[in-house]
């Protein structure tokens, strides 16, 4: 391809990026702040199963400005503050309801909630995290409710495409579970998401590659993708332990080639939120690449496409 060609996300960098995304729709840089708004998770509280999902850890996911302690209004207004201070120019933001599952309460706690951080005059979106067996018409009529004054963007933790995988990780719900909920929200024309983890056990690289095309199949707006960080006193530290033989362990130059190869078979329109995770390294036990800035991962990849000459999409059939 030309390199003064714009690809189809209508600007030259290699891969349909997030922030570009958000740039376009808004005409502005919009910041995501996360929020906790003090939900739980039925995976962990025994009304699906017991423990959780073998990876979890909140304390390792949640990031700043995060305090169930505190109001959603008030982390809100911490975080804004912050950004503002930072980044001179003006912003709006969307409020990230990201610990544990953000759809797990009545429909009234729901909307209470959702509406208190859409109370800032700057907060012009808002992205509900969540677990497709978590979410039903109810859910899908309040969110669809919002979308028609603000942008909602809903983001399923999909994790595995495979059965065997959702099973191994006590993910306490199948794929043909997100690939439902996935196109009822869609169809509902609230931008859906969804987050991959490459690496879990079992799975090989083969494998995750496949998964670029389900993925594709599917009515997404944008993903994530997590390589698998292993967290501290979690089932999965124990299974780690016990089986490393059936974990794909990347190192960074490993995860760079297989992304690449991913996104090239991966569709084009769907945005690609982030390529990697990030977690304090005092919470992991595979810790070989995990203190590589976020920002590095992305220009090497940004690099890697551009030594190759290739693209997002650029063998999608
Ligand atoms: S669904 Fe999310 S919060 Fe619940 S156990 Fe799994 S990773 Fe943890």
């Known amino acids: 391809m030309n390199s003064r060609t ?6 030259h960098r290699r891969f349909n990026t997030y922030s570009n995304f958000l740039q376009k729709k808004f005409g502005r840089r919009i910041q995501k702040i996360a929020v906790d708004a003090g939900f739980s998770c039925p995976n962990r509280d025994e009304t699906t199963r017991k423990g959780g999902c073998t ?9 700043k400005f995060c305090d169930a302690d505190k109001s959603i209004k008030e982390q809100l ?51 509900i995290g969540t677990r497709p067996d978590c979410m039903d018409d109810a859910v899908l009529n309040l969110l669809e ?20 995988t959702l099973e191994k990780v006590n993910r306490g719900h199948g794929f043909e579970q997100t690939v439902d909920m996935i196109n009822q929200t869609a169809a509902r024309g609230l931008h859906t998401g969804g987050h991959i983890i490459f690496g879990l056990p079992g799975e090989t690289k083969e494998m995750m590659l496949y998964e670029a095309e389900v993925l594709s199949k599917l009515p997404l707006d944008s993903i994530k ?7 501290k006193n979690t089932e999965m530290e124990t299974y780690f332990r016990e089986y490393p033989e059936e974990f794909v362990q990347f190192s960074l130059d490993e995860y760079l080639d297989f992304l690449l190869c991913f996104l090239e078979i991966f569709r084009p329109d769907i945005v690609i939120e ?8 005092e919470f992991l036990v595979n810790t070989a690449w995990n203190q590589v800035k976020y920002e590095q991962i992305v220009n090497k990849l ?10 997002q999409g650029k063998y999608y059939p």
Request: net charge negative.
């Open 6 to 11: 714009p690809y189809i996300w209508g600007h």
């Open 55 to 63: 990876f979890c850890s909140n304390e390792a996911f949640r990031p």
């Open 77 to 127: 207004k911490t975080g804004i503050s912050h950004y503002k201070k930072r980044y001179k120019t003006p912003q709006q933001f969307m409020a990230y309801f990201q610990a544990y599952t953000n759809t797990y309460a009545s429909v009234d706690i729901l909307e209470e909630r959702y509406r208190a951080a859409l109370e800032f005059p700057e907060v012009q979106a808002i992205c």
């Open 145 to 164: 409710d919002i979308s028609k004054e603000y942008f909602v963007s809903v983001e399923f933790g999909i994790e595995s495409v495979f059965d065997d």
């Open 225 to 231: 993708f997590h390589q698998l960080q292993i967290l």
């Open 274 to 281: 982030r390529i990697a995770s990030e977690i304090p390294v």
């Open 302 to 311: 940004e690099n890697l496409f551009e030594e190759k000459d290739s693209w």
